[in-house]
T-cell receptor, first 114, second 110 residues
Framework: DGGITQSPKYLFRKEGQNVTLSCEQN?????MYWYRQDPGQGLRLIYY???????QKGDIAEGYSVSREKKESFPLTVTSAQKNPTAFYLC?????????????FGDGTRLSIL | EDKVVQSPLSLVVHEGDTVTLNCSYE??????LLWYKQEKKAPTFLFML????IEKKSGRLSSILDKKELSSILNITATQTGDSAIYLC??????????FGAGTRLTVKP
């Protein structure tokens, strides 16, 4: 079945540690996105990528980094510079813009601080 | 500042009830409004609305956009326990500038 796979489902970070969240899709979508979801708030865009080897900052990119070396993969690194990383992280993909197509989401990774 | 506001934030109903969820938007560049259902983890797509006044339907769910009022509603008739979820709406021009609301948490009791 086509879809988006995020791993791990749960992740714990120690102070000063960088952690990487995995996102893989087999939908052949050009565009991929990372969102952060906090209780009582809407999804907020961290980074997005419209094409391989290119990515752009979203609204809350500080403390995060990404790469897009393959079409299928868009890993997110939460760096030690992100002082409040506890959240639910969602990866999504879509057929690329400018046609505004619905996004397909993964099951998310819940990140907590130890 | 662009924003999307959903109401109510939470709602508890009994099976068979009809519910209406609201979404209002203030976005600089608007092309479409989307509704998603988030049951446990991954939001799943319900509707995309681009034209005012045209209702979209899928089974017991329907939605309509009012560009004059900058709002949309999502109706669910004859609710079932499986409709329990968080319903998200998002508005914007492109996927990379979509603004999401905080969601409405719907609980349907047997």
């Amino acid at each position: 079945d086509g879809g988006i796979t995020q791993s791990p489902k749960y992740l714990f970070r120690k102070e000063g540690q960088n952690v990487t969240l995995s996102c893989e899709q087999n939908l052949n979508h050009d565009a991929m996105y990372w969102y952060r979801q906090d209780p009582g708030q809407g999804l907020r865009l961290i980074y997005y990528s419209q094409i391989v080897n290119d990515f752009q900052k979203g609204d809350i990119a500080e403390g995060y980094s990404v790469s897009r070396e393959k079409k299928e993969s868009f890993p997110l690194t939460v760096t030690s510079a992100q002082k409040n990383p506890t959240a639910f992280y969602l990866c999504a993909s879509s057929i690329g813009d400018p046609d505004n197509q619905p996004q397909h989401f993964g099951d998310g990774t819940r990140l907590s601080i130890l | 500042e662009d924003k999307v506001v959903q109401s109510p934030l939470s709602l508890v109903v009994h099976e068979g009830d009809t519910v209406t969820l609201n979404c209002s938007y203030e976005v600089t560049n608007f092309r479409s409004l989307l509704w998603y259902k988030q049951e446990k983890k991954a939001p799943t797509f319900l509707f995309m609305l681009t034209s005012s006044g045209i209702e979209k339907k899928s089974g017991r769910l329907s939605s309509i956009l009012d560009k004059k009022e900058l709002s949309s509603i999502l109706n669910i008739t004859a609710t079932q326990t499986g409709d329990s979820a968080i319903y998200l709406c998002a508005g914007g021009e492109h996927n990379n500038d979509m603004r999401f609301g905080a969601g409405t948490r719907l609980t349907v009791k047997p």
